[in-house]
Antibody
């Protein structure tokens, strides 16, 4: 049974770097039919795609984040990561890791999400 | 970048039919996917490729896509259908979400 669990600090100071890990169990990140991605949701707002990564390391990013987000993968540990630099209060959100189909680009599985608050 | 527009809210009485729209330029040329998100929970997929239902999603949920509008239709609405609904497309390897629609069951 697939499980995806986000982990990382719940509080980050403005201008610092947000770092999250997604631990995947029950499926291999090297599966060729999926991307692995990060999606966030500010309080009382809609969903925003941050980016996705293929097991080969190829990444796809949301241009609106102006290259502040970096996604990487460790296939040996079946984990992938998000780093977001120069955070502000506007980056306060629930961050979800997710599994996306490579054909069609839809999310067929979501992590439970983790709230990250940016505040001094 | 591609933009998807949803109404902020839709209200419907129990047993009636709810229709939630998702507008985008020539959206019919893309595959539209829909998610339901109950309060405090992660979203779940309810419709993919415009009108396909994942296993476990009732037949009451259906989708269509034509012209500039995709529509999620929920027939025989139940109180448990009250949630936020999000549409999504995949545009040249970029994932785009609509702003979400809050469905209220009166």
């Amino acid at each position: 049974q697939l499980q995806m669990q986000e982990s990382g600090p719940g509080l980050v100071k403005p201008s610092e770097t947000l770092s999250l890990t997604c631990i995947v169990s029950g499926d291999s990140i090297t599966s060729g039919v999926y991307y692995w991605g990060w999606i966030r949701q500010p309080p009382h707002k809609g969903l925003e795609w941050i980016g996705s990564i293929y097991h080969s390391g190829t990444t796809y990013d949301n241009p609106s984040l102006k290259s502040r987000a970096t996604i990487s993968v460790d296939s040996s540990e079946n984990q992938f990561f998000l780093k977001m630099t120069s955070v502000t209060a506007a980056d306060t959100a629930v961050y979800y890791c997710a599994r996306l189909k490579t054909v069609g680009g839809y999310v067929d599985f979501w992590g439970q999400g983790t709230l990250v608050t940016v505040s001094s | 970048s591609y933009v998807l527009t949803q109404p902020p809210s839709v209200s419907v009485a129990p047993g009636k039919t709810a229709r939630i729209s998702c507008e985008g330029i020539n959206i019919a040329s893309k595959s539209v996917h829909w998610y339901r998100q109950r309060p405090g929970q992660a979203p779940i997929l309810v419709i993919y490729y415009d009108s396909d239902r994942p296993s476990g999603i009732p037949e009451r949920f259906s989708g269509s896509n034509s012209g500039n509008t995709a529509t999620l239709t929920i027939s025989g609405v139940e109180p448990g259908d009250e949630a936020d609904y999000h549409c999504q497309v995949w545009d040249s390897t970029t994932v785009v979400f609509g702003g979400g629609t809050k469905l209220t069951v009166l």
